[in-house]
């Protein structure tokens, strides 16, 4: 008898046996077969295999089924339907290894197993390497803390609108999920401004009750929100490292207009342009300072803001802050901050900061 008939005869009586034992012992030899000759086959051979081992598979031990989705997990090719079967197996020791690995697995049982299965499935499908929108869409809708957190440490993960969306509205709640979306520069800006009117009106609604006096409320609740949710840290001022000598006393006989004061900034006259915002936002000049020389950009974000700058303005002076150049990073977290905080929002943290340094 020849090999191939041999191994045909092997598969039929394994097929017929009742317990398994057979089938597994096949299904183990087939498989390492299929493995070692896989460079050399082509599209038919490889769906041949498949439809023996995915046979064989049918009725095996589970043991047998996590060792068989183990082989397959890391194969660019391979049994795609016997593939298709492990990942939508209900055991999650079996469907893990095809869910995290396997670049066989169709998206549209991805989505499947994204909208029904367990919370043990969905992290398996959160561990891939790249994931359409329309998977990591739900996994924003239906992922706990550590799915969420996995989505948005991989910046190769696709979101849709409807997954920022999802996102924006559970860090309305959440300031450690806020804080990481806004280190995300991939993800949309008006989502994270989003977050803090939302977060906003949340409050509101919790302490309407409190007094009716509607701008107070409003006053505290910008404050607040400015304060927890973008940088708890914000109304820190440290000392500025550089005092002002006795000869760099400014006064402007008008105010400054904006591209005047960037041009100061620009020829590395910063003392001269602290001084020319400080008149413009109404503020002690060593308040400006300190805000400048915080550990934080959030309060001279928050200054510049208030006196109505553009972005490349509090670009400008964040690179003279830093140095003249700007960690990728910084200037993407700096962006989203920037965009978040509206100019009312700004207006009214100033007020709060100009009440306080006067008492």
């Known amino acids: 008898m020849s090999p191939i008939s041999s191994l045909v005869t092997d598969i039929e009586v394994a097929l017929q046996d009742a317990d398994g034992e057979r089938r597994t012992i096949l299904l183990h030899r087939i498989t390492n077969l299929f493995i070692e000759q896989l460079p050399n086959l082509n599209d038919d051979h490889v ?42 197996d209900e055991e999650i020791r079996v469907a893990k290894p095809i869910l995290e690995r396997s670049p ?45 957190d ?58 309407r009750d409190l007094t009716d006096q509607i701008e107070l409320i409003d006053h505290a609740i910008d404050v607040g929100a400015a304060a927890v949710i973008i940088n708890p840290a914000i109304l820190e001022m440290a000392d500025y490292v550089k005092p002002e000598s006795a000869n760099e006393a400014y006064h402007f006989s008008r105010a400054p207009s904006e591209g005047e004061v960037v041009a100061l900034i620009n020829h590395g006259r910063i003392n001269e342009a602290i001084a020319a915002i400080a008149h413009l936002a109404g503020l002690p000049r060593e308040t400006v300072k300190h805000a400048f020389g915080s550990p934080h950009f959030d309060p001279i974000l928050f200054i510049m803001r208030a006196i109505d700058f553009q972005w490349s303005s509090f670009l400008s002076l964040l690179k003279a802050k830093n140095g003249g150049t700007l960690l990728q990073a910084l200037h993407d977290s700096a962006f989203s901050s920037f965009h978040a905080l509206s100019l009312s929002t700004a207006r009214r943290v100033m007020r709060f900061i100009s009440a306080r340094t006067a008492a």
């Open 150 to 207: 996995r989505i948005l440490r991989n910046s190769s993960l696709e979101l849709s609108e409807l997954g920022l969306r999802a996102l924006a509205d559970r860090a309305t709640t959440d300031t450690k999920l806020y804080r990481a979306l806004k280190s995300r520069p991939d993800l949309a800006l008006r989502h994270i401004g989003a977050i803090l009117e939302a977060a906003k009106q949340k409050a509101r609604s919790k302490i």
């Open 104 to 148: 066989c697995v169709d998206a549209s049982n991805l989505v499947v197993i994204a909208q029904k299965r367990p919370e043990a499935f969905l992290e398996a499908v959160s561990c891939r390497k790249r994931l359409p929108s329309q998977v990591t869409d739900i996994l924003a809708q239906r992922g706990g803390d550590a799915v969420i």
């Open 47 to 88: 769906s041949v295999f498949d439809e023996v081992i995915r046979c064989l598979a049918a009725e095996i031990e589970l043991a047998a089924r996590i060792k068989l989705s183990e082989k397959l997990a890391d194969l660019t090719r391979g049994p795609r339907q016997t593939v298709q079967n492990l990942a939508l």
